[in-house]
């Protein structure tokens, strides 16, 4: 059974930092394009970051670009997001996703995703 767990959330002031984590089990996901989601209350779903399953190359949102990073670890089925300078609209709840078919131009859509995690809250306070 495929599984996706997320840890590393809390609650943090605004400039801090947190590392999320995203732990895959059930097969290999070193060829699978993984990416980072966020949900913030009464919005959708937002990209945040992803890593492509063929170069490892990373994409960012405006929004987190220069604050957050995302890291992948093939050996351990995992991967992170360092994020640095938090901010209170970073405030949501952040998912990870895996998929191995996912096209290039279709990182950023969640509809693309096969697999995700349960979600992890992170808030940042003002």
């Known amino acids: 059974q495929v599984q996706l767990v997320e840890s590393g959330g809390g609650l943090v002031q605004t400039g801090d930092s947190l590392r999320l984590s995203c732990a895959a089990s059930?097969?290999?996901?070193?060829?699978?394009?993984w990416a980072w989601f966020r949900q913030a209350p009464g919005k959708e779903r937002e990209f945040v970051a992803a890593?492509?399953?063929?170069?490892?190359?990373?994409f960012y949102s405006d929004s987190v670009k220069g604050r957050f990073t995302m890291s992948r670890d093939n050996a351990k089925n995992t991967v992170y997001l360092q994020m640095n300078q938090l901010r209170p609209e970073d405030t949501g709840v952040y998912y990870c996703?895996?998929?191995?078919?996912?096209?290039?131009?279709?990182?950023?859509?969640?509809?693309?995703?096969?697999?995700w995690g349960q979600g992890t809250q992170v808030t940042v306070s003002s």
């Open positions: 890593s492509w399953r063929s170069t490892g190359n990373t």
């Open positions: 996703a895996a998929d191995s078919t996912l096209i290039l131009s279709s990182v950023r859509d969640s509809g693309g995703y096969d697999y």
């Open positions: 059930g097969r290999s996901f070193r060829r699978d394009t």
